[in-house]
Structures are given as structure tokens and as C-alpha cells.
């Protein structure tokens, strides 16, 4: 065997390996340690700031972290009180003009029943009797059904909320920990024996999450975009929903 036969065999088990390591850390790993990847992720985002406080203007490490959470989780709070409450008031103002939409909606669907009758010579209300019944059965069964759903999924709603704040409380300690103490991590990943193995494959997987990441961010955002732009120039109040 050939050495280029070997580098190209040596390559190609390397890919294999990543591209299994890949797939089984998004499918199975992702989903427990993602708080902590996301720790790591705002702790990279925000240590040139602390690294700033402390080295510019002489913080203390400590408060220099905590100072900089505290503006990061300000104004992340800030904006998703005005999404939030953008969402409430369109959400709002939906319930109470349902009654209206559901007029024009009948009207509507009577006028369409009515031209289908005319064109297949068929008694006039025909369609429109029947179209009406199975709506209004479908509607009268979600109402009776919505309720005892709400109940029996009050408890897990209950935990999912509770689990929620495990998870924010734990990822802002983190994030506290990973910012504070960052240099000292990669002080001593450096000094590890295998510190460019561990480099080479971490780069590469943090490339291929971030894309991954970074794609699903993006056309979920294009998506919402112009949807929320085409909604706005048309003059619909509910341009944020």
C-alpha cells in the first residue's frame, strides 16, 4: 500500500468518524447538553467585554461578568417584552374581532357555494347547508374537546414551565462560570497533551453545528421577514402573528 493510498484511506476514516460523531452528538447529545453548549456560545460572545471591564477600565473579574450579564439579559429582556407584547395585543385584538372575520368568512363560502350551485343547475343552499353542518359540527366538537385537553395537559405544562427555569438558571450560572474563567480553560487546554487533535476536531464540529445552526436560523428568519413585511404593506393588523 501506497503512502498516498494510506493518506487517502486516513482521510477518508477521519471524515467517516466526524461525520458519525456529528450525527450522534446532534441526535442524542445535543438534546442534554445543549444549555451548556449554549453557556459556552454567550461565554465566547461576551468574554471580549469582560476582557475590556477588567483590562481598560480595572473591574474586579467578578463584577466585570456579572455586569456585562446583567446588560446582555437587559436587553434581551427588553426585546422580547416588546415581541411578547406585540404578539398579546395583535392576539388580543383577533379575539375580539373574530365575530367579524367570521362573517365575512360565511359570506364568503355562501357565495362560493352559490356560484358551484348555479354552475351544476343544483337547488340553490344545497352545498352551503351541508358545508355549514359539518362545520359548525367540527366546531361545536373542538369546544367540547378543548376544555378537558387543557385540563389534562395543565400538569405538564406546569413541569415544562418549571423545567424552563432549570435550564435558564443553570445556563446563566454557566455562562457566570465559563465567562470568568475562560482564560484559564484555554490556558489549560493548551498545555494538554493532545491539544491539536482535540483543536482540529472541535473546530471542525463546532463549524459544521454553526452552519447547521446558522442555515435553520436564517431561513426560519427570511421566512418570518417577509411574511411580517408583506402583512405590513398590505395593511393587516396582524403583521407580528
Known sequence: MTRMTKK???TLALIGGLLI??????????VLIWPFVLAYGIALLVHPVVNF?????????????ILTLLVTLTGIGVALYYLISGLMEQTIRLIDNWPIYEEKLLNCMKNTCNIIERMFNMERGAIYSGVYEGATSAMVRWQRNVMPTIVNNSMKTLMTVFNILIVFVLTIMAVFY???DMDKYKKVNTQNLFYKEIRYIRGLLSRIIKAYIRSQFV???VVALICSIGLFIIGNDYYIL
Open 178 to 180: 465559563l465567562t470568568r
Open 8 to 10: 487517502k484511506l486516513t
Open 21 to 30: 460523531a456529528s450525527y450522534v452528538t446532534i441526535k442524542y447529545i445535543f
Open 219 to 221: 431561513i426560519m428568519s
Open 53 to 65: 471591564l477588567v483590562v481598560k477600565l480595572h473591574f474586579h473579574k467578578n463584577a466585570a461578568t
